[in-house]
């Protein structure tokens, strides 16, 4: 772990920050993420929702499959189940994941890929290990962000984007001690692969043993970090961020050039942190518009939720290939009061 990396001398550096905006935010609090089993029984750890989402608005849910050794038989997946109203970002750190969906899209992401989904209006997915990883067992590791899509663009046709690991933009620390890889959003001037409907900034990034990584970044977006692996700390204050922990910062400080966030990998890692810390930097603008959510749908109104399950249940958001319908469904379930 990490499936891409690369040699920090020869990668463009982050600039270094003027002293007065070197603290940055402070960490408002931290999460410890929730275990839960998902799909067809693989446990994932999710430190969002179970917070304030306000707090990670644009962003719904985070999930944290592995880092996982399976053995041969073991591997999982989902069955099929559609989305409506958002957008779900698959990153495969090691490992390999495949998709099938009603428009006909599918493919294998793998080792650094980064799959981006705008659901949209409605679509129905399957996602699977591949046989191999089935038959043999292997390492996987990943992560799937849920985005929210703002009130004008949920009805937007759903689209694909196929991330390849060579498409992501990396980018060293000023002291060359860091990788950051941009897969989405903009960090000093360079911008990553992913086109987003709600402006949002998606890193990952290694931080060698007792290096420490200051980042630029807009004063109008919320910020978050959370721990891959490893061990360190988070905000001028050093507030300890374990694997499996959320950093929330706080607000803008509104300086003249912006805001920064700071990291700071602790000097002894574990060994699944050999390379360094490994942390997700998360921030986007918040929409700050109403949420009524049920399954995989998120939409503005309960109406709107209502109006989901019966589409879906009509077949408006595609239909399953006949000799893979399941027996049953999540979406099949009914509606909270």
Do not use: C
Not at 106 to 111: E, K, P, R, V
Not at 114 to 141: D, N, S
Not at 201 to 210: C, D, E, M, R, S
Not at 278 to 288: A, D, K, Q
């Amino acid at each position: 772990m990490p499936a891409v990396t690369a040699d920090t001398l020869t990668l463009p550096r982050l600039p270094r920050l003027p002293e007065s905006e070197k603290a940055g935010r402070r960490v408002a609090k931290v999460v410890t993420a929730r275990r839960s089993v998902e799909g067809e029984g693989f446990e994932v750890r999710r430190p969002f929702p179970g917070m304030d989402l306000a707090l990670a608005d644009p962003f719904l849910l985070l999930d944290h499959m592995g880092a996982v050794e399976y053995a041969p038989g073991e591997a999982k997946g989902t069955p099929w189940h559609p989305h409506r109203g958002f957008e779900t970002v698959t990153y495969i750190i090691d490992g390999a994941f495949q998709h099938q969906d009603t428009t006909g899209g599918g493919g294998l992401i793998a080792d650094g890929d980064t799959q981006w989904m705008t659901a949209g209006a409605g679509i129905q997915h399957i996602e699977q290990p591949p046989p191999e990883l089935v038959a043999k067992g292997g390492l996987f590791h990943g992560v799937q962000l849920w985005v929210n899509l703002p009130r004008a663009q949920k009805w937007a046709p759903p689209r694909y984007q196929d991330i390849g690991s060579r498409d992501i933009t990396l980018l060293a620390s000023a002291d060359g001690a860091a990788l950051v890889r941009v897969i989405a959003g903009s960090l000093a001037g360079h911008e990553g692969p992913g086109v987003t409907h709600t402006p949002i900034t998606y890193l990952h990034a290694t931080v060698a043993p007792g290096a420490r990584l200051t980042l630029p970044w807009p004063r109008d977006f919320n910020a978050l970090a959370y721990v891959l692996s490893g061990h360190g700390t988070a905000g001028p204050e050093d507030r300890p961020v374990n694997e499996g922990q959320l950093a929330v910062f706080g607000g803008s400080h509104h300086t003249e050039h912006g805001d920064a966030l700071t990291l700071r990998a602790a000097d002894s890692q574990p060994l699944n942190s050999k390379n360094g810390w490994e942390v997700l930097l998360l921030g986007g603008l918040p929409l700050r518009e109403p949420i009524a959510r049920y399954g995989p749908f998120v939409m503005n109104t309960r109406e709107e939720i209502v109006q989901a399950f019966e589409d879906f249940q009509a077949g408006r958001m595609g239909r399953i290939p006949a000799e893979q319908v399941p027996h049953r469904s999540a979406a099949d379930e009914p509606i909270a009061g």
